[in-house]
């Protein structure tokens, strides 16, 4: 770790940021199956005070998750809305203020209840605003002010978390243009999709047992997110991790992959570095440029040769790992309509024998990642467990049942 302690003995206030960061992470990616690089992101993005937009389909949780993450930070205002296509600018910003237009013949609006009181703001569904209000927003998400009547407030806001379930203008190969300005305020974005077989079994069983959506008892305190800031800020880099965004920049703007701006790379390169300070490091690495998976592609298509080239300096071990994730669920998933007969105990020994061995071959892919090092690989990790964990949460009802049977035998 790169902080002294203080002359107590005790954990700076940095120390504590990131051991609290981590304890977050743990538990509300244990509560929200398959968003646990959503999670870590955000953490990064709150420290770099840039904003994180979730697209794709409906029904994965994406506002549960914003609750989650908000409740661990500082204490402020938190605010939501759904933008429809006639949501006015004064819906976010503040309706007319009747007693001072009143006292004093002024037309001002009233900030009470609104964005401009908000530190952490939900937007639901965020391009589909009129242009009006898409513009106020501008100005609040960028530079966190709001100007009216000539005068200028400054606002509170840390963190915006946008979601829609498709890209702005509804294109797939494109960002309307009379909506890219909005689209780039949120410069970590993430494209979602449905959980994999083994996970969505996984998840109904938490869901009956109410540990789908727990979040992290762990609350960080106003000193130690500025420690975080303050680290990101002062945070060197190594030359090594500067080869390395030669090396992306070659691949993904040289290959004519992406048309990565100049403003993008500013982004890319300051969330780097909060990535580095929310891990402790000393220094910039390769490893933390794995958030720029997130950042540095625009549409679709352009996700997957963008993640590949990032992670190709960021994550050598990556298509190792994901190799053996694959693994994982080519074993499970044949065996997943076994399930709910071996946990009832009406399997046949056959089915139970084929749980047991999809158990071991899942077992033997995760034990290969553990050595396997770098932040994009610990998802995977995440994963590889849960999918062990469904099968054997099946194996010891059956085992539950068995014994069961065995007891009330012996009784007569």
């Not at 770790?1 to 977050?24: C, F, I, T």
């Not at 994963?383 to 009784?411: F, M, Q």
Request: with cysteine; hydrophobic share 45%.
């Amino acid at each position: 770790m790169n902080s002294p302690h203080d002359r107590n003995g005790d954990a700076s206030p940095l120390e504590q940021a990131q051991a609290k960061v981590a304890q977050a992470c743990t538990a509300i990616s244990a509560g929200f199956l398959g968003l646990a690089e959503v999670t870590q992101t955000f953490y990064t993005t709150l420290v770099a005070r840039e904003h994180l937009l979730m697209l794709g389909i409906h029904g994965i949780a994406k506002s549960a998750l914003g609750d989650a993450l908000f409740a661990t930070l500082p204490p402020g205002k938190q605010w939501g809305m759904q933008l429809m296509s006639d949501t006015p600018p004064s819906a976010l910003t503040g309706g007319l203020d009747i007693v001072r237009l009143r006292r004093d013949n002024e037309q001002w609006s009233n900030p009470v209840g609104s964005i401009r009181e908000a530190s952490y703001v939900k937007l639901t569904e965020v391009f589909k605003g009129p242009g009006p209000t898409l513009q106020s927003l501008l100005t609040i998400l960028n530079e966190r002010r709001f100007e009216e009547n000539g005068e200028v407030e400054d606002l509170p806001l840390e963190i915006a978390l946008g979601d829609s379930n498709e890209l702005p203008g509804g294109r797939t190969d494109r960002v309307e243009p009379e909506l890219r300005a909005m689209y780039d305020r949120f410069a970590v974005r993430f494209w979602l999709g449905r959980l994999s077989m083994p996970l969505r079994a996984r998840l109904r069983r938490m869901y009956a047992t109410g540990q789908a959506g727990a979040g992290a008892n762990v609350q960080l305190t106003r000193e130690e997110l500025d420690a975080l800031r303050d680290r990101a800020k002062t945070m060197p880099w190594s030359e090594a991790a500067l080869r390395a965004t030669d090396a992306i920049d070659a691949e993904v703007f040289g290959g004519n992959v992406s048309d990565i701006s100049e403003r993008a790379w500013g982004k890319a390169m300051k969330l780097t570095a909060a990535a580095a300070a929310v891990a402790g490091a000393d220094e910039v690495l390769p490893e933390h440029l794995s958030i720029c998976v997130h950042v540095l592609w625009d549409v679709p298509d352009e996700r997957a040769p963008v993640r590949t080239a990032v992670l190709r300096q960021a994550c050598p071990d990556y298509e190792t790992a994901t190799n053996l994730l694959d693994a994982c669920h080519a074993a499970a998933e044949p065996v997943l309509m076994f399930l709910p007969s071996v946990a009832n105990g009406s399997a046949g020994i056959d089915e139970v024998h084929q749980v047991i061995d999809a158990q071991k071959r899942v077992a033997t892919a995760g034990a290969g990642m553990k050595s396997l090092a770098g932040s994009a690989v610990e998802p995977m990790r995440a994963e590889a467990r849960e999918v062990w964990a469904e099968l054997g949460d099946a194996l010891a009802a059956y085992k539950a049942k068995a014994a069961a049977k065995i007891v009330a035998k012996e009784a007569f």
